[in-house]
């Protein structure tokens, strides 16, 4: 069974930076897509960044040139380094696999 822990949330001012961390386990996971959602309070999940298991990444239109996502297949690791936040980034974020989710982090962007 595919278990996810994201890790990595926290408050930071705007402008700051944050890493997230997804330790997947259940399975291996170099021969599929793993990616990034969050939510906003008060909004739907919505599609932040993709790991492709050919090598491509794939960002939304607000990640884009911001957030930088990464896969690391020896130790099954997903991470998300995101730079020059901003209040909007607000939400929790979930990490994805298979339509597996974790249970989310925390990311409060705030002065």
């Known amino acids: 069974q595919v278990q996810l822990v994201e890790s990595g949330g926290g408050l930071v001012q705007p402008g700051g930076s944050l890493r997230l961390s997804c330790a997947a386990s259940?399975?291996?996971?170099?021969?599929?897509?793993m990616g990034w959602f969050r939510q906003a309070p008060g909004k739907g999940r919505e599609f932040v960044a993709i790991?492709?298991?050919?090598?491509?990444?794939l960002y939304s239109d607000s990640a884009n040139g911001r957030f930088t996502i990464s896969k690391d297949n020896a130790t099954n690791t997903l991470d998300l380094q995101m730079n020059n936040l901003k209040p909007e980034d607000t939400a929790i974020y979930y990490c994805?696999?298979?339509?597996?989710w974790g249970k989310g982090a925390l990311v409060t962007v705030s002065s």
């Open positions: 790991s492709g298991y050919r090598g491509t990444s």
């Open positions: 259940g399975r291996t996971f170099s021969d599929v897509n």
């Open positions: 994805d696999v298979l339509q597996y």
